[in-house]
Every structure is written in structure tokens, then in C-alpha cells.
């Protein structure tokens, strides 16, 4: 069971999910990005926050902690997610960077703030020389993500303070495999009505279910994981829009309060048998985050008039920089993924049916990855064009 904490920092990480989607999306684009990767490194950042720097973020990202309690919870929440390394059908990684340019000394609580909260490594670089430090944080973002988020970064400004570099790995194995041997190219309709032939997986098997007169909603779990000895399950979470031309309709219902119903109605849902066609894709993105931030509020950060007196006791000490760079692939065995850096009601699945319903995936669609138990948004993405 989880406490008032939890719950609420879980909606300020879910909001701040779909906040952020909605700062990222471009209509006829593939989107993919891991917003809990993102919110953690902010997090960091906000433990050295003060005034109104730290006003500043407590509103755009919707806290209502205090700050030792925000960091406790999300501590516990961490821990949680974390899987162990044993467990390797289903695999998540989160790590944190703290990147400080040398001669900036670092306060002792901000420290164990990081240290013990986040388990965040702080390396004091020395950012003139620019390709040394490029390598050393590129090389640690390679590891943290089986070596599928590469070269993070190009280049280093020489008057940055800080870098946050941020981490996140996902491999999970369907719990219901596609056989290979069913799949078979077939048509997807792009939102101009182009037609493309894609590898197009398919099974009928009983998944949680919902639909109404807009979309179609399907929940494909992963195989359960091992958390400190009891079990945790993610899941992909699609919205399918049941006419191809509709994608920016059902994007204007993604707010946090009626994805939160959905999901709540399609977890109460007994499993049922469903013939489900989706296609298999690969989505990479690289996005520089300052101005997105800035749209949501927090601008001050990236600012001389920022105020990190929790980090540092020199006068000026800002962001230069947020960075987050995110690959997903999805194939028949399962789904792997990496970053770096008034409800509308939907009805229950519509009574008994003689045939099972067709969840087709063969027009663009949007797609979470979720902790089923605490409801995290790990991930979040738009698939527009699987060649793109």
C-alpha cells in the first residue's frame, strides 16, 4: 500500500509526463521519450533550488512536498522500479549524472541529498577540455544503456556549471509472445493517407481490453519482474484511434485526469480474447529539453538570475544545458527501450461477443510503458511512421 507521498508525487510525475508530450508532439512526427528520466534529473537539480528558483519548479512540476519528504518518496519510488540484476526477462535501469565544472565546490548536504536519494555519481570535469569530458560522459551513458543511447553529447560549452545526464533502460519479453511465423507485411495508413507495407505481428490472445466510439484501448503486459522478492509488472499501454485521421482528437483527451480513468477502467477489466495486429518499429530521438522546460514553466534554471545557493556557494552557477536522448524497438520476443537524459468515461469492453475484437495498429497510435502497480509513466511515444 502506498502513503499520501507516493501518491502524490506519482501524479506529479504522470502529469508532468503528459505535459511534456504535449510540448514535444509534431504532427506528422514519431515521438518517444522516457518523462520519469527526466523528472528524476530535474529532481536533482530542484535539491539544490531555492527562492524563487525553487517556487519556480514546484509549480510547473506540480510538488506538494517539502523538500525532504519529496526526496524520501521519490527515493522509495526508485527502489521500487529498480529490477534486480538476476531477473533478466524484464530489465529496468535508472541512473543519474551530476557532470560540475571544476572550481565549483559543491555544498555538503546538496551531496548527500544526491548521494543518498539518487545514487547519482558527481564528476567535477574539467570542461575546456572538451573532448575528453564528451568521451568520459558518453562511455557512461553507453554502459548505463546496454550501449544503445551513443554519443549524448557532441560538444561542451566551456562556460557550462552543470550537465545532468540521465539514464534509463528497459528490455522486457512480452508476457504473450508473437510467433514470428504469423508475421507478414501489411499495409499501415500514414496520417496523409500514404500506405506503406510494414512487418505486422500478430496473435489472438485474452489482454485487458476497452473501447468506445473514439479509440480502442489495449494493455500488453511484460513478464512480471523481481523486486526485493515480490513481483512488479510493466506493461505497454497503446491508444488506438479507430480512424487514422483522428490522432490530434484523441491527443487533446490526454490530460492526467482522463488517462488516469482509462487506465483505472482497463485495469478493472477481466482479461478477454483479442486478435491484435501491431507493428514491429524502432523510434530514436535526440531532443535538446531547455526550451521545452522553459515553455513549462521552468526557465529560471537555465538562467543567470537562477538561484542553486543549496549547490554552491559561488554567486553564479546555472543549467547550460538539458539534454535527453531516447530508443525504443518492439519486435515479437518483446520491447526494448533506453533514454538518456469533468473525466470522459469509457465504457467497459461492450458486452459478449461471438467473435473476439480486432485491435489493428496499422494507422498511427500512441504508446505508454507503465509500472502497473504504482501506474509510473516510464516512457511515452507516438509511432507516425514505423520506417521512419
Known amino acids: 500500500m502506498r502513503n499520501v507521498k507516493e501518491e502524490d508525487l506519482i501524479k506529479a510525475t504522470n502529469t508532468f509526463a503528459i505535459e511534456l508530450y504535449s510540448q514535444l508532439r509534431e504532427s506528422e512526427k514519431n515521438l518517444f521519450f522516457s518523462p520519469f528520466s527526466i523528472f528524476t534529473a530535474l529532481a536533482m537539480v530542484y535539491a539544490g533550488a531555492r527562492g524563487s528558483t525553487a517556487n519556480q519548479m514546484e509549480q510547473a512540476l506540480h510538488f506538494n512536498l517539502e523538500q525532504h519528504q519529496f ?112 508475421t507478414k507485411d501489411e499495409h499501415f495508413t500514414l496520417i496523409s493517407g500514404e500506405k506503406l507495407l510494414v512487418p505486422m505481428m500478430h496473435q489472438t490472445k485474452n489482454f485487458s481490453y476497452l473501447e468506445d466510439e473514439q479509440f480502442q484501448i489495449l494493455e500488453m503486459p511484460y513478464k512480471e519482474n523481481l523486486i526485493f522478492g515480490t513481483r512488479e509488472q510493466i506493461s505497454m499501454v497503446i ?117 473476439p475484437p480486432i485491435f489493428r495498429a496499422d494507422h498511427p497510435f500512441i504508446f505508454l510503458i507503465q509500472d502497473s502497480q504504482t501506474k509510473t509513466i516510464l516512457f511515452i511515444g507516438k509511432l507516425m511512421n514505423p520506417k521512419e
Open 71 to 182: 526526496h524520501m518518496a521519490l527515493k522509495k519510488l526508485l527502489r521500487i522500479l529498480r529490477s534486480e540484476e538476476s531477473y533478466k526477462d524484464t530489465e529496468l535501469s535508472i541512473a543519474n549524472l551530476l557532470c560540475v565544472k571544476e572550481g565549483y565546490d559543491l555544498l555538503e548536504k546538496f551531496l548527500w541529498v544526491i548521494e543518498d536519494n539518487y545514487d547519482a555519481p558527481i564528476w567535477k570535469l574539467d570542461f575546456s577540455l572538451v573532448e575528453e569530458s564528451c568521451a568520459k560522459i558518453n562511455a557512461w551513458v553507453a554502459e548505463q544503456t546496454r550501449g544503445k543511447i551513443e554519443n549524448i553529447l557532441d560538444s561542451i560549452d566551456t562556460e557550462m556549471r552543470l550537465i545532468l545526464i540521465n539514464a534509463i533502460y528497459f528490455k522486457g519479453m512480452w508476457e504473450k509472445t508473437f510467433d514470428k511465423k504469423y
Open 239 to 355: 491508444f488506438l484511434p479507430k480512424q487514422f485521421k483522428s490522432l490530434s482528437g484523441l491527443e487533446s483527451l490526454l490530460t492526467i485526469e482522463k488517462i488516469e480513468d482509462y487506465l483505472s477502467r482497463l485495469h478493472e477489466q477481466y482479461t478477454q480474447k483479442v486478435k491484435v495486429f501491431f507493428p514491429r518499429f524502432t523510434i530514436k530521438m535526440k531532443y535538446k529539453l531547455t526550451k521545452y522546460l522553459s515553455d513549462l514553466g521552468i526557465n529560471e534554471v537555465f538562467t543567470k538570475n537562477a538561484d542553486f545557493s543549496g549547490i554552491s556557494k559561488e554567486p553564479v552557477i546555472f543549467i547550460s544545458d538539458f539534454i535527453h536522448k531516447a530508443f525504443v524497438e518492439v519486435n515479437e520476443r518483446g520491447t526494448e527501450a533506453a533514454a538518456a537524459t469533468a473525466i470522459a468515461v469509457v465504457g467497459a469492453s461492450i458486452g459478449p461477443r461471438k467473435e
